[in-house]
T-cell receptor, first 113, second 114 residues
Framework: NAGVTQTPKFQVLKTGQSMTLQCAQD?????MSWYRQDPGMGLRLIHY???????DQGEVPNGYNVSRSTTEDFPLRLLSAAPSQTSVYFC????????????FGPGTRLLVL | QKEVEQDPGPLSVPEGAIVSLNCTYS??????FMWYRQYSRKGPELLMY????GNKEDGRFTAQVDKSSKYISLFIRDSQPSDSATYLC??????????????FGRGTQLTVWP
């Protein structure tokens, strides 16, 4: 199993550009989540999904869109990047009902100029 | 007020010391309590978890949960330089807004020097 994979590892964007951060898992996990990590702020939940076709907002959803068309994939879209979205983004997955066993991807470092 | 509070440190200790890391929380719906370890430029990895109150031990690591005080702890005995990392506490529940999501503390940066 590859676990949770994220691409790209690093990205530089200009203000106003759009992009999609990819996340995939091969463990057949129902739950998937996106977090951002900023210095001194810990991990903050952006969006999460409890299954294919079901998504919900987390703590900091503004400026981000998600969809979950398959169990395996959970892409995060930035429609119009802003410098405030400079951060490290982590995707995580977990078997349904077992929040204690979240598996994190390696992260995507995003710099918005 | 954040739902989960954690002193960010940094914490610096000599090799062999006992380390105590702590978090407090405000939401009584939390039932699952986790500690994650994150090495520099890596994703968090689950270290330990506890359901409801009580203690759990795994090698040099002990997790404690006191729900009456809304306080959790992680103890590291005989600390090693390889324990140098950021430690994040996290919590979730099984109802309402706590279902299906983790609430993280800010993380405590720990350095163990030889």
């Amino acid at each position: 199993n590859a676990g949770v994979t994220q691409t790209p590892k690093f990205q530089v964007l200009k203000t106003g550009q759009s992009m999609t951060l990819q996340c995939a898992q091969d463990m057949n996990h129902e739950y998937m989540s996106w977090y951002r990590q900023d210095p001194g702020m810990g991990l903050r939940l952006i969006h999460y999904s409890v299954g294919a076709g079901i998504t919900d907002q987390g703590e900091v959803p503004n400026g981000y869109n998600v969809s979950r068309s398959t169990t395996e994939d959970f892409p995060l879209r930035l429609l119009s990047a802003a410098p405030s979205q400079t951060s490290v983004y982590f995707c995580a997955s977990t078997p349904g009902g077992k929040q204690e066993t979240q598996y994190f991807g390696p992260g995507t470092r995003l710099l918005v100029l | 007020q954040k739902e989960v509070e954690q002193d960010p440190g940094p914490l610096s200790v000599p090799e062999g010391a006992i380390v105590s890391l702590n978090c407090t929380y405000s939401n009584s719906a939390f039932q699952y309590f986790m500690w994650y370890r994150q090495y520099s430029r890596k994703g968090p990895e689950l270290l330990m978890y506890t359901y409801s109150s009580g203690n759990k031990e795994d090698g040099r690591f002990t997790a404690q949960v006191d729900k009456s005080s809304k306080y959790i702890s992680l103890f590291i005995r005989d600390s090693q330089p390889s324990d140098s990392a950021t430690y994040l506490c996290a919590m979730s529940g099984d109802r309402g807004s706590t279902l299906g999501r983790l609430y993280f503390g800010r993380g405590t940066q720990l350095t163990v020097w030889p």
